[in-house]
């Protein structure tokens, strides 16, 4: 299965990373491009691929899948650009969220599978969230082989592409959500007395922990929760705290938030496109 993946910046790269650590393609059938040689060479130092700085219709016309990982706004741009190497056959995958699947099948100008997906940065770590979309022409086969890519560096799920802005708030910034956490639960244990080292292993430990335990099991969170929980128990009394100040709600409003600015921020870059292109 050739890759080429087009733009590999850290999220491209991360995605190299989990293709070649899971089989789902060897280094001689993946071919990166970047913006500059140096972070060519650096790539092709590190994953024994093929990578150069430029070359994207080159890239294109080898490959079988074909992912677009450069900003949104340089989408339409690189399309055009590797359109005449494209052809029905290929599959084409965009990492910019933001952008609708339209403006890319109008800039390909050719009937292909053309994938939109949401990864958020934990893809670095073998253990990111993807939300997945796609166009009418993708067939079951198709959606195999991408979900296997994904698959490669966390886990994946499909959804319809009217979903995307909320997949964006969810799990595209959730990380920074719980980074938040991480970093209060470390303060709290500083507070109480325990060194920062201590505190910060302690905090990271406890969620990595917690979001293992919640993923393998099969109960709701809240039944998880409600087995902390010891009638009387310091947990008991966290939780009244942690209700008190709203932090569900606050959680709550802040993806309803994210969602409609993602709305915002995707109707923004229509313009910005039609402007460049007018």
Aim: hydrophobic share 45%; aromatic share 2%; net charge negative.
């Amino acid at each position: 299965m050739r890759i080429s993946v087009l733009g590999a910046g850290n999220m491209g790269g991360a995605l190299i990373g989990g293709i070649l650590s899971a089989g789902a393609a060897k280094p001689e059938e993946v071919w990166a491009t970047s913006r500059t040689p140096e972070r060519a060479a650096d790539l092709a130092s590190k994953f024994g691929i093929q990578a150069t700085a430029g070359e994207n219709a080159s890239a294109a016309r080898d490959a079988e899948i074909i992912v677009l990982a450069v900003k949104p706004g340089n989408v339409p741009k690189v399309v055009r650009e590797i359109r005449d190497s494209l052809d029905e056959t290929q599959i084409l995958i965009s990492l910019a969220a933001a952008l609708p699947i339209s403006i890319i099948e109008d800039a390909a100008a050719c009937q292909l599978p053309v994938f939109r997906a949401m990864p958020n940065i934990p893809v670095v770590a073998g253990e990111g969230a993807i939300g997945i979309c796609h166009n009418r022409i993708a067939r079951p086969e198709h959606r195999e082989i991408v979900e296997r890519i994904f698959r490669a560096v966390g886990v994946a799920v499909w959804v319809d592409e009217d979903q995307m802005d909320a997949v964006t708030a969810l799990s595209g910034s959730g990380p920074a959500y719980i980074y938040m956490v991480i970093e209060a639960m470390m303060a709290a244990g500083v507070k109480m007395g325990l060194s920062r080292e201590v505190s910060l292993r302690l905090s990271e430990q406890t969620v990595l922990g917690a979001a293992k335990h919640a993923k393998e099991s099969t109960l709701h969170p809240a039944i998880l929760r409600d087995q902390v929980i010891t009638p009387g128990g310091t947990t008991i009394a966290a939780i009244h705290e942690l209700e008190r100040h709203g932090l569900r709600s606050m959680l709550i409003s802040a993806i309803e938030t994210a969602t409609h600015h993602a709305g915002r921020r995707t109707a923004a870059l229509l313009e910005e496109i039609k402007r460049h292109e007018s």
